[in-house]
């Protein structure tokens, strides 16, 4: 397999406390999910204490970020107000920076809630809505945070039936193009901005495969692409694992390293020792580090 090498925006760049060389290294991301009803997650104690004893394990597995998150992006769940997200996410992230100095990223799509999980201590904005929220975009800029752009169609919490696209790699791409465009022109630095292309939201599993395979075009844009594979429906549908089963673990680390020799350099995952060791060793593979 022939790797791609993006030339990246900012490849060594500050997110939080920690600096990372994205052209010579691959990020591992643990997701700590303050919700009751994530149909990926294994681990659904809404207790703050066992969220932030996931994240203790994590980190000490070798994860160099740790992402918060308070709702389900699924369309069937119940109204959640913006205060019961914060009580949901901001206790969480206190009691992680209170711990490391690792980089925390807030996972929501409102501005009340980013504001919250930033004064918290969170550095960077996750957002599956790509700051289409009034008042999202200016709020990253006047704080300084870090965002990550996803690509979605509806958003979190929104029906979309039958999502179909012309070519979905040629149409995810335009848009996170243009929301980043909107970013910096919002007076977002281009060196605080990441993009997500979106796995599984509001795709099919023809859908997120597609854009795995071409990840290199998405890739091409030179912002640092983050994927969020982990445990989802068309890597499930692929092999036909189960949830919660040893196959689906493999498959999203079979899945990561694929977006990885695509371009993809960080990754988002709820298995963190596995995707460390697979990283570490598609770094070597691709010969972004030395043995």
């Not at 799509?109 to 980013?114: I, K, M, S, W």
């Not at 999980?117 to 929220?133: C, E, I, P, W």
């Not at 006047?142 to 039958?162: D, R, W, Y």
């Not at 790699?169 to 335009?174: A, F, M, N, T």
């Amino acid at each position: 397999m022939r790797g791609y090498y993006p030339e990246l925006i900012a490849p060594v760049r500050r997110v939080g406390r920690k600096t990372f060389d994205l052209a010579r290294h691959i990020v591992v991301m643990g997701i700590v999910n303050r919700t009751p009803n994530s149909g990926l997650d294994p681990n659904r104690s809404m207790e703050v204490s066992e969220a932030i004893g996931r994240a203790e394990r994590a980190l000490g597995e070798g994860a160099e970020w740790i992402d918060v998150g308070g709702r389900a992006f699924r369309s069937d769940q119940p109204p959640l107000s913006e205060l019961e997200e914060i009580e949901r996410v901001v206790p969480v992230i206190r009691g992680i920076r209170e711990m490391t100095d690792a980089v925390i990223s807030v996972d929501t799509h409102l501005p009340e809630v980013a504001e919250a999980a930033f004064k918290a201590g969170a550095d960077v904005l996750n957002d599956t809505y790509g700051l289409r929220s009034p008042g999202m975009a200016g709020l990253v800029a006047e704080t300084g945070m870090s965002v990550v752009i996803t690509h979605s169609l509806g958003g979190p919490g929104q029906v979309v039936a039958a999502p179909t696209y012309g070519d979905v790699v040629g149409e995810v791409r335009d848009y996170l193009r243009e929301r980043a465009d909107f970013a910096v022109g919002s007076g977002i630095k281009p060196e605080q901005i990441m993009i997500d292309p979106g796995h599984d939201l509001n795709k099919t599993t023809k859908h997120s495969n597609e854009l795995t395979r071409r990840l290199s075009e998405i890739a091409a844009l030179g912002y640092p692409v983050l994927v969020a594979t982990s445990n989802k429906h068309f890597i499930r549908e692929s092999i036909g694992a189960e949830r919660g089963s040893e196959e689906l673990r493999i498959g999203t680390i079979a899945a990561n390293t694929a977006c990885v020799y695509q371009g993809a350099r960080i990754v988002r995952v709820h298995d963190v020792s596995g995707n460390v060791a697979a990283m570490r060793a598609a770094e070597s593979l691709l010969g972004l580090r030395e043995r």
